[in-house]
């Protein structure tokens, strides 16, 4: 049984209950939510991961990348991001690494932190000591099972790539032609072997895998727009069509899932392809990375991703994957991990704020820093900041004379109102 057959059976599981007291829904509701696929709780069998509920009326998510490159392999520095990511607030990761001994990079992945894991599993097909085009369609399904049976959680699984939305993609007028590099591998592979995509092809195949593990399926954007010139175009819509189509067989094969979104997206083409999205697919859990609102800022795209995040967060993005400022540029270091994401942990927070079922429980975490404020409580605000470290350490960079801080000293807003107000009455 996996956790959406319980869930549509009504029987409220240990993991639904643990996710429901941990985000403060009735566990009742959280099972309805997860029965209908508008919330997932990734969770492989091993039951090695936290529930984490992803999607309407829970907290919105953030995920953190890291993993190793073929230019730079450091696992213990690999293994330091997956601890700095999570003491920051990343609620799952996942392991995209391409460079060596990637089954020990995931295996100790999986052994340091307690939140859930996700993989491409693509990656790992496709960096053995062989080349791509001598890939075969077992040596990908072969790697799912891989990751399924060292405990993975989620994957990311490019099924809507295939011959009909290629097709979309040789037609049109796209500036960068794919910049996933799932979605790149997959299509060089169908070229190659002039066969179809064996994820799609062999959907089914793929399902088996997942529910005898219970696999949470994340539907990967492979034609994800890579600049702000080819956002919400046939090609992207072509594929989130097709998504929409493996959701409802992934469902009734009791096999949960979530949908991966784009890309780069300038701000009034945000709600639109949101919308569009969840429409679609049936209001799956959203995925997104970024979205990217501008192509002009590399070093600072976690920035533009969070506020594209933030604007998709308004119309049912359920999931943040962070961006780092290394974004365009290079492997990130453990210290843009942290930067990421924090960032984009604010970004899910300011979603929260205005997010149907979780917005009072945000708010009153605004609300306690406002008192705190109010009474010029330094510690309390450093306790209910995001990042209350970063907040102390530039505090005391230059401390006043009085309880105020340095900006303003004795004309403090502040304490120039509570001494007003206290004189009149």
């Not at 100790?108 to 932190?113: D, E, G, N, T, Y």
């Not at 997959?186 to 593990?213: G, K």
């Not at 992207?236 to 067989?249: C, D, N, S, W």
């Amino acid at each position: 049984m996996t956790q959406l057959d319980s869930a549509r059976r009504g029987e409220i599981t240990d993991e639904i209950r643990d996710a429901a007291e941990r985000e403060g829904i009735d566990a009742e509701k959280l099972r309805r939510l997860v029965a209908s696929g508008h919330v997932v709780i990734p969770r492989n069998i091993s039951s090695r991961a936290l529930p984490t509920p992803i999607g309407e009326r829970v907290c919105t998510k953030i995920n953190a990348n890291l993993g190793t490159s073929a230019d730079y392999a450091e696992i213990d520095e690999e293994i330091e991001k997956a601890h700095v990511a999570v003491r920051y607030g990343a609620d799952t990761v996942m392991d995209l690494s391409t460079g060596g001994d990637l089954a020990d990079v995931l295996k100790r992945i999986l052994a340091a932190v307690s939140v859930p894991v996700g993989t491409v599993p693509i990656y790992h097909a496709v960096c053995r000591e062989t080349t791509l085009p001598d890939t075969c369609a077992d040596d990908l399904f072969n790697a799912v099972r891989n990751h399924a049976e060292s405990g993975v959680d989620f994957m990311t699984i490019h099924a809507g790539v295939n011959r009909e939305t290629f097709e979309h993609l040789t037609g049109a007028d796209r500036i960068l032609d794919v910049v996933s590099r799932g979605g790149s591998l997959t299509i060089a592979w169908m070229l190659h072997h002039e066969a179809e995509n064996p994820f799609y092809s062999e959907f089914d195949y793929l399902l088996e895998i997942a529910r005898e593990y219970d696999i949470t399926l994340s539907l990967g954007d492979g034609m994800r727009p890579g600049c702000i010139a080819d956002a919400n175009d046939p090609a992207m819509f072509a594929e989130i069509i097709a998504l929409g189509r493996l959701v409802k067989r992934a469902r009734a094969a009791g096999v949960q899932c979530m949908v991966e979104g784009p890309g780069h997206v300038p701000v009034d083409g945000i709600e639109y392809g949101v919308r569009a999205m969840k429409q679609l697919c049936d209001n799956a859990p959203l995925y997104l990375l970024g979205p990217i609102t501008t192509d002009l800022a590399p070093g600072y795209d976690h920035i533009t991703g969070a506020i594209g995040g933030a604007i998709a967060g308004m119309y049912g993005a359920d999931f943040l994957c962070m961006l780092t400022p290394a974004e365009h540029l290079a492997l990130p270091t453990v210290d843009d991990i942290r930067e990421g994401t924090i960032v984009t942990r604010i970004a899910a927070h300011a979603i929260d704020l205005v997010k149907p079922g979780v917005r009072e429980r945000a708010f009153s975490m605004d609300r306690r820093m406002a008192l705190a404020r109010k009474d010029l409580d330094w510690n309390a605000q450093f306790e209910c900041a995001i990042d209350g470290e970063r907040a102390k350490s530039i505090h005391e960079t230059r401390i006043s004379g009085g309880d105020a801080c340095s900006m303003c000293g004795e004309l403090c807003a502040i304490r120039v109102m509570k001494e007003a107000l206290g004189k009149k009455g």
